[in-house]
């Protein structure tokens, strides 16, 4: 979840490949949530699945702790759709690089990076899920205004 874009993605109905959908604004006094549980809507979702960005050795630092604001607020809007975070950690760098490596320029990237690492998170929550049987991340659950519980 960036601070200035969110990217959106889908999977297809049988939950195996991801595709983008699109990258959702965000200003200082809009945080796009509600276009986001509009999309959730349109796409008739079973789970939402939310990046908590981490650093490159594991620690949580303040993005992770508005991600997790952002997925409780999430969370209180599309219940009972579940919600569960999962670590992004390299999904922008791993999205940049295959698009300069597809030819696309660093300036044309900005549209469209947070879509592609919508793509990455979303396939990697897929292929645990499906690999293993088990959810992908971390469940988040809204249990009043300030609360979060979080679930393996």
Known sequence: MGSVRVGVA?????????????TVTRT?????????????????????????????DGKERAAAGLARS???RLAHQ?????????DERL?????QRAMSASG??????RTVVDQVAAVIILQ??????????????RKVTSGGADRVEEHE
Do not use: C, W
Not at 124 to 137: I, K, M, V, Y
């Open 10 to 22: 889908k999977s297809d109905p049988d939950g195996m490949i991801a595709t983008p959908v699109e």
């Open 28 to 56: 200082p006094g809009y945080d796009g949530i509600e276009r986001i549980v509009s999309i959730i809507g349109e796409v008739d979702a079973l789970e939402v699945v939310v990046g908590l960005p981490r650093s490159l």
């Open 70 to 72: 952002f997925a409780q």
């Open 78 to 86: 599309v219940h009972p759709v579940p919600v569960v975070m999962v």
């Open 91 to 95: 999904t922008t760098t791993t999205a």
């Open 104 to 109: 696309r320029k660093a300036r044309a990237q």
């Open 124 to 137: 990697n929550a897929l292929d645990h899920e499906r690999s293993t049987g088990n959810q992908p991340g």
